[in-house]
């Protein structure tokens, strides 16, 4: 099993920073083999694809430029540094590991945190 676990969040007032963290830990997690994805969900829809990086970083269009995805600790520990917040950046931000490079949805993915809020408003 692998566990994963995000922090970070809060909440910010437009064009402030935030960086979420997610530690990984568990028998089975890999972190040469693993690829790790962050995913937002806002109130009312749908789990987004925001970036994922294995072998490198890939974004979504919407946070391109404004969100930086690293990975630190050997690979266990994955950041996602978001600058210039905006209110529509406002939702729950989870993370996610799984194994194919470039995977930009939600069931591709096979262990999920459990969510962290990040609230953008004035």
């Known amino acids: 099993q692998v566990q994963l676990v995000e922090s970070g969040g809060g909440s910010v007032q437009p064009g402030d920073s935030l960086r979420l963290s997610c530690a990984a830990s568990g028998r089975t997690f890999n972190p040469n083999n693993a690829a790790m994805a962050w995913f937002r969900q806002a109130p009312g829809k749908a789990r987004e694809f925001v970036a994922t990086?294995?072998?490198?970083?890939y974004y979504s269009d919407s946070v391109k430029g404004q969100f930086t995805i690293t990975k630190a600790d050997a690979g266990n520990t994955v950041y996602l540094q978001m600058n210039d917040l905006k209110p529509e950046d406002t939702a729950v931000y989870y993370c996610?590991?799984?194994?194919?490079?470039?995977?930009?949805?939600?069931?591709?993915?096979?262990?999920w945190g459990q969510g962290t809020q990040v609230t953008v408003s004035s």
């Open positions: 996610s590991a799984g194994r194919a490079f470039i995977a930009t949805r939600p069931e591709e993915y096979d262990y």
């Open positions: 990086i294995k072998l490198g970083a």
